[in-house]
């Protein structure tokens, strides 16, 4: 069971990157997902979680209208499409995966997620 993130680098503020979170070993589309960054010195927070179902959505307030999630369940990998990037986006980003409790159940915080992917840095400057 592994999930690899990529497509992380270097954007200029007001750009966009999209990363992704492929998936071996398991179904993707059996699982929960959690988009999750952590800034150097800071915890890791939750950015974008979506249900097994894809009928429930969590942002944060901060991603809130610039970030989006999907899924290519031929790939057997998630998205994160990030727009109208800002400094403050800078972190490692982490993608995780959870059977949680039910198709519609999503996780907001770290420690509800089973697997994780490497990480892949996102840094945002001019």
């Known amino acids: 069971v592994q999930l690899q993130a990529s497509g992380g680098g270097l954007v200029q503020p007001g750009g966009s990157l999209r990363l992704s979170c492929a998936a071996s070993g398991f179904t993707l589309d059996d699982y929960a997902i959690g988009w999750f960054r952590q800034a150097p010195g800071k915890e890791r927070e939750g950015v974008l979680c979506?249900?097994?179902?894809?009928?429930?959505?969590y942002y944060a307030d901060s991603v809130k209208g610039r970030f989006t999630i999907s899924r290519d369940n031929a790939k057997n990998t998630v998205y994160l499409q990030m727009n109208s990037l800002k400094p403050e986006d800078t972190a490692v980003y982490y993608c995780?995966?959870?059977?949680?409790?039910?198709?519609?159940?999503?996780?907001?915080?770290?420690?509800?997620?089973?697997?994780w992917g490497q990480g892949t840095l996102v840094t945002v400057s001019s």
């Open positions: 995780a995966a959870a059977t949680g409790g039910s198709s519609w159940w999503i996780g907001e915080t770290p420690n509800e997620y089973e697997y």
């Open positions: 979506i249900s097994s179902s894809d009928g429930s959505t």
